[in-house]
């Protein structure tokens, strides 16, 4: 199981830090990674990070704004998101994938969490 938290109501340029906390198999066996969907709009990749946690991967419009991260001694997967913009606005959701590596492909995914709501007002 996964449980997002973190998110919330924040002004433009503002951050948050979603946290992710994963029960059931074993962590460190597989990448993660953080999606999101606007109202509208279908998921979209934020960003990924291997079993290790050593190799990261972000979706173009991050443009360096986000840090993915985890901590497998504590079963966690985080996203610090800086300079927010409105457009960030969006469910996200933390999830697990099939394999080790990096994957960007929602489909390849095998466990979802419920996600977290982050609005960024203008």
């Known amino acids: 199981q996964l449980q997002a938290s973190g998110g919330g109501l924040v002004q433009a340029g503002g951050s948050l830090r979603l946290s992710c906390a994963a029960s059931g198999r074993t962590f460190n066996n597989y990448g993660m990674g953080w999606f999101r969907q606007a109202p509208g709009k279908e998921r979209e990749f934020v960003a990924a990070t291997d079993w290790s946690g050593l190799s990261t991967y972000y979706a173009d419009f991050v443009e360096r704004r986000f840090t993915i991260s985890r901590d497998n001694n504590k079963n966690t997967l985080s996203l610090q998101m800086n300079s927010l913009k409105p457009e960030d606005t969006a469910v996200y959701y933390c999830?697990?994938?099939?394999?080790?590596?990096?994957?960007?492909?929602?489909?390849?995914?095998?466990?979802w969490g419920k996600g977290t709501q982050v609005t960024v007002s203008s």
């Open positions: 999830a697990r994938a099939s394999g080790t590596v990096i994957d960007v492909d929602a489909r390849d995914y095998r466990d």
